[in-house]
């Protein structure tokens, strides 16, 4: 199973970006994906997941009302939509899916950076 994150880059606060992780290989069931990010010199947090069957998200305060995440069963993706983007979200984002019986596959990580 590998995880392939994208859609990162630069953008100014206000703004948005979507990013995808796509999970491939020998997939037969997700069970969920999930949204990390780490800041330079900050611990990887929890940004949100999405639970794979019913599609129910859960997020982060610091990021509630700004940040979506949705699915696409039949690509095996999973996107997560940032808007009304800050300077303090800053970080790499990592996706992390729970897929069969294991729960911590990890994606390469995708760097946002928020910067006037």
């Known amino acids: 199973v590998q995880l392939q994150a994208s859609g990162g880059g630069l953008v100014q606060p206000g703004g948005s970006l979507r990013l995808s992780c796509v999970a491939s290989g020998g997939i037969f069931s997700i069970n969920f994906m999930e949204w990390h990010r780490q800041a330079p010199g900050k611990k990887r947090e929890f940004v949100g997941n999405?639970?794979?069957?019913?599609?129910?998200?859960n997020y982060a305060d610091p990021v509630k009302g700004r940040f979506t995440i949705s699915r696409d069963n039949a690509k095996n993706t999973a996107y997560l939509q940032m808007n009304s983007l800050k300077p303090e979200d800053t970080a790499v984002y990592y996706c992390?899916?729970?897929?069969?019986?294991?729960?911590?596959?990890w994606g390469q990580g995708t760097q946002v950076t928020v910067s006037s």
């Open positions: 992390k899916a729970g897929i069969g019986g294991v729960n911590d596959y």
């Open positions: 999405i639970w794979w069957s019913g599609g129910i998200s």
